[in-house]
Each structure stands twice: as structure tokens, then as C-alpha cells.
């Protein structure tokens, strides 16, 4: 795995390129791939999925499950659910003012109340003050991370992917952080990001193809760039989706449907 | 028999549904207008009730009570921005920034009732109102995306479609989004959040039928096709005489369950 720590290119940048230089979209992947995903699913899971789909999910395509402490995994999931929080804030350009109270406030919002917002009420003031800096600092990691958003541009933020393949015995599922541009305008300029809160390791290229994959069945036309952010440390990984990546995605899947069904 | 046709979506997907809709056209009678009332009349309730497709997929399921977050607002705002948008050729931005600005002044005037869009809007911190924003904008782009992927006219529908069954205390609401309208055929679109389930036929053939009933002329689109991003699917039903009575007839099983419920829990208090 190749990623850059690049000050000077943000990760839209990177992840856009140059504009004179985009191909026409390709549209015939998606039939290929599901073709291929079909073929070799159904002789993994069988006929017994019909009534309880087989879900396959991106943090199912890690070989090595992640192990943390109960308090260390609640603040690991609540630093996920407010810099996703913060994306979407971003992409229609909010400005943060406290990036803690803000997030919090507007994750509130969405869910009303939750366990995880009840293990943050319940922090003391030296913890809490603790993770709204820790907070505070991934937030301006992302904002720096990302750069400008242009005016023209059509950004969607937490884009949930539900393929259903087998005739429903399984389900694809993701949620893409941020995919630019759509899909029909001439050039092929859709672009997928997914952030993490973590370093980039292994999984990190396995969760780009798998966001690759599919928005390719989801859409019918393949991206042209997927990438992925790290507000821990700044990383990007940006990738070109050809047809060897979105053949490594299929194995990808049919590796962690074997996983789950035969454990 | 009714029909219920599934696609995936991909470029000429949607035109090539729209483009092999069937020719005939239906209208619906005074007479089967009267037949429906009188059946809702029969399993009336003491107070009004509004029936629509989400409950006739849910059938007997127990459905939350309605709270609004920036989920169940972004149908509306986002469906507001992208007939602002066509017609006065904004950003996508700007146009849902006149919507929610609309809707805030609404509040501040006094014109909005409790309870309402404007209402809850006016409640919320400026981060709360950006992820409204955020999630509305998703919508909006993803309808503009579908609208910008049919070759003839299409609009964003003005409204939801409402019929009174003024004798069976009901109002029938049938959700679409998109209307594509052409010299012969007019077929109304209606996006989905999801994956479609077991019952999103039925959900599909009762926003058909509540269309058609709230009609004035009772003319009958020819098809209404279910698109669901997420899933990259499309399903069409299309506007037959069976799937308009299979469509009234899951809306009267709901108000025939729910009529049931109602006098059970009189008896047993």
C-alpha cells in the first residue's frame, strides 16, 4: 500500500485531477461484475440466505478483527459518527464554531438520544474537555485534508449503498462519505471519498474498492477516481478505478462471504 | 393480474421504461369512485385517519410515531429546491437556501402551525440546520439526477396527491416526486431511500391509485415507477384496471385493520 502525505495536493484535488483528462464513462463494468458476484456467491452461500440475507458489509472485508476496549471502542465509534457529521456539515460549507458542541448538537438532531450520546453526557469535565480537543483537532485534520469545495460542484455526503445480489440472498452494504459530481454529464468525473479516524493500513485499499464496486452496481457507470482520507495523520490514498481494481473488489467480497458464512 | 416490473439502474434505464409504457388509458367512474367511499364508509373510524402506501407496506406493523429530523425533511425541502432551481436556474445551494430561508420566515411571521417544517426548523441551532441542509441537498441531487436522466418533459411534482373519502372520514395520500408528461402518457415517478422489500409493489400500486382517484378527470397514469438509488433498482407498475383495484383494495385492508384495532381496545376497555 502506497499512501502520500502531501501538504501541497489536497485529497479533492487528487482525487478530481485534471479536468481535460477524463475519460467517457464506462458502462459496462456493472453487468460483468454482478455477472461474476452472482455466479460465485451463490455457489459460497447456498440456497439457506433466502429469508436472512448474507450482508457483507466494508468493516467485514478486515481479516484481522479490530479488538479495543469497551471505553476505547465508544470514543473510537463517537470520533467516526462526528467527523462523518462533520463531512456533511463541510460539504454545504458550515463554518465550525466549536467543532465538539457543533457535531454534538447536530448528531442529536438527526438520532434524539442514544447510548453512545449517553456515554458522552456522562464524561466528567476533564474528559470531556480531553475529547473536544481531540475532536477539535481532527476537525481542522479534515478541513485542511480536503481543501476548497468548489461552488459548481455536486457533492453528496453519507451516500448509503444497499446492492442486492442472489436475488436477495445477499446484500452489499456501504455508506460513501463523500461522492462528487454525477454520473451523465459526458466525461466520467464521479469521485469517492471515505474518511477514517484511524491510520491507513490494508483495509484501507480493500474499502476503496469496495466503495468502487458498489457505486459501479449501484449506478451502472464505473467511478473514476476512489480515495480515502485519515484525520489521524493526514494520509490520502487516491486510486484510479480500472477493471483490475474492481476485479480485486469481487474477490475482495466473495473473500469475506466465505469468512462470514463458514466461519 | 397485476404487474410489477424490476430494472437496474444504469444510463437509458428509466427512458427505457418510460418509452414502452402501455398505450391504453383508464379513467376512473363516478360509480367506482362511489363503490370506494362506500366501502371506506364501512370501515370508518369515530375520528379522520390518512392512509397512505408506507402503511399499506407495513400492513398490521406498529409505525413510530412522527418526529422530525433532517430524514423526514429532506423529501420536502429537497423536492422544494429542485423546482426552485429548474425554474429559476440557481445553484442547488442557493436554491435550498431560499427554501429553508421561506420556511424560517414563515415561523418568524407566525403563519407556520405547531408541529410543522417551519416550526421545527426555527427550533434548531445553525449545525443542526446545516446537516437539515446537507441531507436535503443529497436528496435533491439525486432527484435532479434521475429528473436529468429522462430524455422528454419532466417536473417536480407540485404536491403529493390528496383524496378525501369525505363519507369514510379518510384522506388517501400518494406520494410522487417526479411527473413525466407526453402528448399520450404521463408517468409518475417516486423515489425511494433503501432497498425495496417485499411489499414495495403494493406500496407503488397505492400511490398509483390514490393519483388516479385524486385526478379530477379520474385519468389514470399509464405507469409509476419506484426508483431506489441506493439499490440502483427501478420497479414499475403500470396503470391497469387490475393493479387501480389490487391498489384499493390494500388501502381498504389497512382502514379494515385499523377499524378492527379500534373497536377491539373500545371492547376491551
Redesign the interface.
Known sequence: MTSTLDSTTTVLQALRGNRAERPT?R?GD?AIL?AALEDSLYAIVGPQHFFDPLVIRSQDLRTEPLVLTTALHSFARVRGIMMH?AL??L????S?SNPFE??L??WR????ENELLSFIDHLDTEDRAKFSTDIAAHTAALRHGLGAIG??W???????????LCAGAV?LRDTIDLAID???NGANSTVLLDLTTTALDETSEKILRFHALNQT?????TPLRTGVLSTATGEQLVRDVTTELLTQAVADVLEAAERKSHP | MTSLTTSFVSPGAMNSLINSAPAETLEITSEQRSALAERFRQVSLPHHRRLDAWMVERGAGVLTPFRWSPTTARRVLGNAALRYRLAHQVSAMAALDEVVVDHLSRAASGYARRGSLSTWLCELSTAQLALVTSDALNWSHSLEEIARSVDGAVEVADSDAYYDVATGRTTLRGRRDLISTTSEQRTIIRVRAGAPGRTAGAGLRADLTIDAFSQPTGHVAQQIIGVWPDAGLLLRVEGSLEDLKAGARDLLRVANLQHTAYFQRALAS
Open positions: 464513462p458502462t456493472s454482478r457529521h456533511r456539515l460539504s454545504v460549507g458550515y465550525f457543533d457535531l448538537a447536530a438532531c438527526e438520532v434524539g461552488s459548481g455536486s457533492l453528496r455526503s453519507t451516500v448509503r449503498v444497499a446492492n442486492l446484500a454525477t454520473t451523465g452496481l449501484r449506478t451502472g457507470v
